[in-house]
Structure formats: C-alpha cells, structure tokens
C-alpha cells in the first residue's frame, strides 16, 4: 500500500496541485529552463557563437526525450541530468556546444526544485491566507461561546471559542511571516559547476543574466554542500502541518461524545461496525500528516551531511522526503479548510 498512489487511500494524503510541482513533467520542464537560460546568458556574455545559441534553443524549446532511452542510463547515473543532455544534444546538432557550459547536474536539479518550491510556496501561502480567513469567520460567528479550558486533557477553567481559535491561528500566522525571508534563501538559481567553485568563465555574469531570466536570485559558492535550504522548507513545511495537527487535535476531542464542544454540518465518518459513531476523519488525518512531517523532517535533517564536494546518498534521500513532505502539507491545508467550512457550533 502507497497512502499517496494507492487509489483507495489518495483521498486522505494525496494532494494532486502539489503533486503536479514534483511531477515528471515538472522536472523536465525546469531542466529546459535551465539551459535556455544557461544558454541565452553564454550568448549574452560572449561565450558561445550567437547562431550556434539560436540552435540550442531551438532544440531545447521543441526538446521531446525518449523515455525508454532515459532508464537505463538514469539507473547507471544515479540522475537523469547526463541522460537528458545527452538527448538533448543529438537533437541540437551543431548548437549542443552552447549548451550545459560551466555547470553540472546539481546546478540543474537544484535550480528546478527551486522553481518547484516557489510555485509550492506561492500554493501554500494562499491556502494559509485562506484559512485564516475561516478562523477569523468563527470568531465572528462563535467567538464569545463559553468553552471549558483544558490542560493536560483535564477540565481547568472557562474561557471563550475566541480563546482557541486564537490559539489555532497564530501559528498560521507566524508560518506565513516567516516565509519571506525562507524564500530568500531557497529561491536560488545554482551555477557552481562541477565542485562547487563557481569559477565558470564569467561566472558572476552569467549567474546573473540566469537570474533576471528565471526571477530567482544567484545562489553563492557552496551550496553543493551547504543544504540548510533544504533543511529550512522542511522544518516549515512541517510547521505548517505541525500547527494543523494542533486544530485537527483539539477538534477531534472537542468531537468526543459527552463533550459536543463542536457541531460539524454532516456529522462525521462511518463505522463499518457501530452505526452509532460519527467519526473526527478530517481532524484525525491532519494529526497523522503533522507527525508524518514531523518523522519526515529527521530524515531531511540527515541529508544535511554531505561529504566533501557533493553526495550522492544525501542528495537522493532529499528528493525522496522534501516532494512527500510538500504534498503532506497541501493535503493538511484541503482537510483544514473542508472541517473549519463545515463547523456548525462552538461552545460547551
């Protein structure tokens, strides 16, 4: 069973928007937008002949690769980036001298997850903005309902529906005002070439002309190894559903019956065997996504220990974990946003 692929669990895990970032398609479309830009930057800069520039983009803008002709090489490279250019410039001719020039497959597929994590980062932000639109409309409408304050899961004293939800929201809000200084540092166009130096011909410039091309700004020497980036979007990916998990626990109690602390519009999930329960489904997958993340996030941290110039280990386990984790969050954000929309009452 694969929660994400397997059509019988999709509907709990799986979120195709941000799916669709981390996708085949996804890739192979930052991978050609690499190298035009890569490309267009050595013309600008005089590195390649202006015709033979023209070639190579012409090829990369018509690039169709061969799937069948990638898998063999994929599993003898350990990176699709050497099979694709090899593709690419048969098909490119006499214009494959303007491609690929100063850079190495990291270059490319960091740059790609780049561009995969702004569109994520542009989704998600929507989708949190959104949400506390939902909260901000609960307070409105329950806000000064009377709820029993709990701690530790025993009954402590009143406090009102407004009480939690801000305690629901600030979280959220504090994951969006961190963002823009996150997206600083992983928004990043990767030159450094084969060990890292970046110490291509015109190095500096041609970074630069990459930059303005694909709006992200240059990454520095070093980021082969430095993957604190990397590290960074997981620590807040699981924060987000971090923060979730909190709503979906506090609402999957307040459910219990005996307590009725939250009415939802349809009641809850079915038992196969006890007609009588309504359960919290929504509210119990935003626990186990937030203790996916946060299970995922060691696993993301152990790719932080690349060995000297580059790692091929440490590399994969990150395009193994940091896709999964994206996807685990988007998911949170559709069942937070489908349990806040069908709450009916707050209050004891």
Not at 117 to 140: C, E, K, P, Q, T
Not at 169 to 189: C, F, I, K, Q
Not at 306 to 324: I, V
Request: net charge negative; with cysteine.
């Amino acid at each position: 069973m694969h929660p994400v692929s397997n059509a019988l669990y999709a509907p709990l895990f799986a979120d195709p928007e941000i799916a669709a970032l981390f996708s085949t398609e996804a890739s192979l479309a930052g991978f050609c937008d690499y190298q035009a830009a890569l490309t267009a930057a050595l013309a600008e800069t005089g590195q390649v002949n202006a015709d033979l520039a023209r070639l190579a983009l012409a090829a990369i803008d018509g690039f169709r690769p061969d799937p069948e002709g990638l898998e063999a090489v994929i599993r003898r490279d350990g990176v699709p980036v050497p099979g694709l250019l090899a593709q690419l410039r048969a098909q490119a001719g006499d214009g494959a001298v303007a491609l690929h020039r100063g850079a190495t497959s990291q270059d490319v597929i960091d740059t790609t997850l780049a561009l995969s994590l702004r569109a994520l980062f542009d989704a998600l932000s929507g989708r949190l903005r959104g949400l506390i639109d939902r909260l901000n409309a609960l307070v409105r409408e329950y806000g000064d309902a009377s709820l029993m304050g709990r701690t530790r899961m025993q009954a402590a004293l009143p406090v009102t529906a407004r009480h939690r939800i801000a305690q629901w929201r600030a979280p959220l809000s504090h994951a969006l005002d961190g963002l823009a200084a996150l997206r600083g540092r992983v928004e990043r166009v990767h030159y450094a070439g084969p060990v890292g130096l970046q110490d291509a011909p015109q190095a500096h410039a041609v970074i630069a002309h990459m930059a303005r091309a694909l709006d992200l700004s240059p990454a520095p020497p070093g980021s082969h190894t430095d993957r604190a980036w990397i590290a960074e979007t997981g620590g807040w990916l699981s924060l987000v559903t971090g923060a979730l998990g909190k709503i979906g626990q506090d609402l999957a109690l307040m459910a219990q019956q005996g307590l009725d602390a939250v009415r939802f519009e349809g009641g809850g999930g079915r038992s196969s065997a006890m007609p009588h329960k309504h359960n919290p489904v929504e509210a119990e997958i935003l626990v186990a996504l937030a203790r996916f993340n946060a299970t995922a996030l060691g696993g993301l941290h152990q790719a932080l220990v690349h060995e000297q110039e580059r790692s091929g280990a440490a590399w994969a386990l990150e395009w193994m974990l940091l896709p999964q984790m994206a996807e685990c969050a988007g998911a949170a954000t559709g069942h937070a946003d489908r349990i806040l929309e069908r709450v009916r009452g707050l209050g004891d």
